[in-house]
T-cell receptor, first 111, second 115 residues
Framework: KNEVEQSPQNLTAQEGEFITINCSYS?????LHWLQQHPGGGIVSLFM???GKKKHGRLIATINIQEKHSSLHITASHPRDSAVYIC?????????????FGKGTKLSVKP | KAGVTQTPRYLIKTRGQQVTLSCSPI?????VSWYQQTPGQGLQFLFE???????NKGNFPGRFSGRQFSNSRSEMNVSTLELGDSALYLC??????????????FGPGTRLTVL
């Protein structure tokens, strides 16, 4: 079993829909990262959180430490949100070397 | 401020050859991490450098090595290339003001194809 599981693997939505991507992890963490990867490979770090909730524009990330679960929400989705979203759990012990990645969720938003 | 740059962007090599990839972090960033991304395994951590010292290494064979220079630029080297080394190699930099949980900024990646 992977230490970081994401669901769904693939997601197709209509423009304007509310989207939720889930991430469950089985390790103790110091932080949970959400990354966005567009076709072509470039990765952007969206959120880094260790508790509660963070919001940036139409994106919201939440984490429940007790349940070892995090969600990424996109409100009023737009075709430009089409990308692969990757969550990564950062183990205790420091350094970026302890990042364990999920397999990613491929989101396609249709106009 | 310029972002993370990686050179070359694309590379084609044959089995048995060696390759060196370069990463220039954002100015002022002292930590550089390297990752390999393949369709089958996804993103996997290779190594992390801070102030010219390797802080952490992922579960890769010794054919994969790296170093960091005094200006924080980093190189990674893969010797005796295998077909399975075909991947997107990404580097990321961070300021590392604290010991962990710093935001990483990723470069565009180098796509390596081994024939």
């Amino acid at each position: 079993k992977n230490e970081v599981e994401q669901s769904p693997q693939n997601l197709t939505a209509q423009e304007g829909e509310f989207i939720t991507i889930n991430c469950s992890y089985s390790v103790g963490i110091s932080a949970l990262h959400w990354l966005q990867q567009h076709p072509g490979g470039g990765i952007v770090s969206l959120f880094m959180l260790s508790s509660g909730k963070k919001k940036h524009g139409r994106l919201i990330a939440t984490i429940n430490i007790q349940e070892k679960h995090s969600s990424l929400h996109i409100t009023a989705s737009h075709p430009r949100d089409s990308a692969v979203y990757i969550c990564a759990a950062q183990n205790y012990g420091g350094s970026q070397g302890n990042l364990i990645f999920g397999k990613g969720t491929k989101l396609s938003v249709k106009p | 401020k310029a972002g993370v740059t990686q050179t070359p962007r694309y590379l084609i090599k044959t089995r048995g050859q060696q390759v060196t990839l370069s990463c220039s972090p954002i100015s002022g960033h002292r930590s550089v991490s390297w990752y390999q991304q393949t369709p089958g395994q996804g993103l996997q951590f290779l190594f992390e450098y801070f102030s010219e010292t390797q802080r952490n290494k992922g579960n890769f064979p010794g054919r994969f090595s790296g170093r960091q220079f005094s200006n924080s630029r980093s190189e990674m080297n893969v010797s005796t290339l295998e077909l399975g080394d075909s991947a997107l190699y990404l580097c990321a930099s961070s300021i590392l003001r604290r010991s962990f949980t710093d935001t990483q900024y990723f470069g565009p990646g180098t796509r390596l194809t081994v024939l």
